[in-house]
C-alpha cells in the first residue's frame, strides 16, 4: 500500500478521497483485472461507476457538474490506479482531456461535455500522433479546411488511448495549409460524426485493458462550434497543458515502481534457495536496498511537483524532468523486481510480469524519454 500518511502535501480531505478511491478500486477494479485484459477494454458500466464514485475529472469546477478540487486529487487517482496495476483511462480522461476543456473550451463546450466526463458517460480521447507524426507534432498532417462557418477534417490518426470507446476526442489538425507550429487547431469531435471511424483495437507489449486505436477522419464536416480554443492555437495550448500531463505520467510510473518493489520484498522474504530466503543474499539486498533509496527520493521529489503544480509554477522543463526521472526509475524498478522473481516472474499470474509489462510504455509516450532530454537540453542555453 502506497503509504501517504506523512506526505505533507495531503490535506485530511486527500485522505478521507484516498480511502474512497481504494474502496471503488477494490470493489470494482482489482476483481477484474484478468477480465478487462482479455476484454482489451474497461466496460462503459465501470466508468459510469467511477464517476457515481467521484472519481473521474476532480479539477472540474461544480458549474459543470464537477468538485472544482486541486490537481492532487488527480494525482491520488493515478497513483492508486498504478499501484493496483490497472491500466483503465481515467487519468487520460481526467488529467489531461478534462483540462483542455476547462482551460480552452466556451462555455457552452463546457456545459455540452463536462458534465458526462465527470459522470463518466463520456469518455474522451485526444489525438495528436499520426502514423507519420509522433514526437515531430510539427509534422502533423490531418488537415482541418474551412467549409462555410464550420470545417471539414481529413486525416488519421493513431495509438489513441481510449480509442475505441471514446465519445469524443480532441483531435489536433492543420488549420492553414502552411506547415510548421502556427497552423494547427484543436477539433472536437464526436463518435456520431459523419466520416469519422476507428481501426481495430491494436495489439500492445501491456496496458492490455486500455483500447488503443487508429482513428479515421473521412471528410468529417464539423460545425464552427467544434473549434477548441483559437484558431492557429493548437500549438500554444498543447505546449501549455504539457506539465500537467507529463507530471500525471510521472505520478503513474513512481507508484508503479513502489508496487514493484513491494512485490519482489514479498516474493524474495518467502521463497528460498541454497537453505537460505532469497532476500538474504547480498545481491538482493544491495538491489532491493538501491531501490528504496530511490523509491524514497522519489516520493519527496514528486511531491515537490504536485505541489509546485498545485501552485500554478511547475514549469515545462520541471515536468519533462520529473517524467524523465520517474519513468526511467519505473523501468529499473519493474526490471530489478521481475529479476529477483527468477522464472517466476516471467509468468502472468504474478503481479510483477503486468507491471512490467505496462512500465515500458511510460518511457515512450506522453514525449519519449529522448525528447524529454531535448527539451531539458534546449533549455540549458
Ligand atoms: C500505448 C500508447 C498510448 C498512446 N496514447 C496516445 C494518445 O492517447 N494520444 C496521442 O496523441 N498519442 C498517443 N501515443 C503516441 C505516443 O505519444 C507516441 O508514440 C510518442 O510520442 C512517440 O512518437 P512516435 O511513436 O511517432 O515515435 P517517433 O517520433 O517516430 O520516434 C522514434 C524514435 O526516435 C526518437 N526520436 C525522435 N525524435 C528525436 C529527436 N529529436 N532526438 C532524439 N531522438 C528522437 C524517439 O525518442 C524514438 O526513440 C500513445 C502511444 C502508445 C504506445
Known sequence: MIDAGERPIFSPEHH?????????????????????????????????????????CPQVPPAYGGLGLDFAF???????????????????????????????????QRHRFLPGMVAGTT??????????AGSDLQGIGTIARRDGNGWRLSGSKTYITNGQSADLIIVVARSTE????RG???????????????????????LHANDTSELFFDDVPLPGDRLL??????????????????LSIAVQSQASAQRAFDEAVRFTADRQAFGRRIIDFQNSRFVLAGLKARLQVGWAHLDWAIARHVAGKLGPVEASAAKLWHSEMQWEACDAALQLHGGAGYMNEYPI????????????????????KELIGRSLG
Open 16 to 56: 478521507a478521497f484516498r480511502d474512497t478511491v481504494r474502496r471503488f478500486l477494490d470493489a470494482e477494479i482489482a476483481p477484474h483485472l484478468d477480465a478487462h485484459e482479455a476484454a482489451g477494454v474497461v466496460e462503459r458500466a465501470t466508468w459510469e461507476k467511477a464517476g457515481a464514485a467521484g472519481l473521474l
Open 74 to 108: 488527480n494525482a491520488i487517482v493515478g497513483e492508486e490506479i498504478s499501484y493496483l496495476g490497472s491500466a483503465v483511462g481515467f487519468t487520460l480522461q481526467s488529467d489531461i482531456v478534462a483540462d483542455y476543456l476547462v482551460h480552452y473550451a466556451s462555455e457552452e
Open 123 to 132: 469518455i474522451s480521447a485526444i489525438a495528436m500522433t499520426e502514423p507519420d
Open 178 to 181: 502552411q506547415g510548421g507550429a
Open 184 to 206: 494547427l487547431s484543436l477539433f472536437l469531435v464526436e463518435a456520431g460524426d459523419k466520416g469519422f471511424s476507428r481501426g481495430r483495437n491494436l495489439d500492445k507489449i501491456g
Open 229 to 246: 480554443g483559437a484558431e492557429h492555437g493548437g500549438f500554444a495550448m498543447l505546449m501549455s497543458q504539457l506539465p500537467q500531463e507529463r
Open 353 to 372: 510480469a503486468r507491471l512490467w509489462r505496462d512500465a515500458r510504455v511510460s518511457r515512450i509516450y506522453g514525449g519519449t524519454s529522448e525528447i524529454m
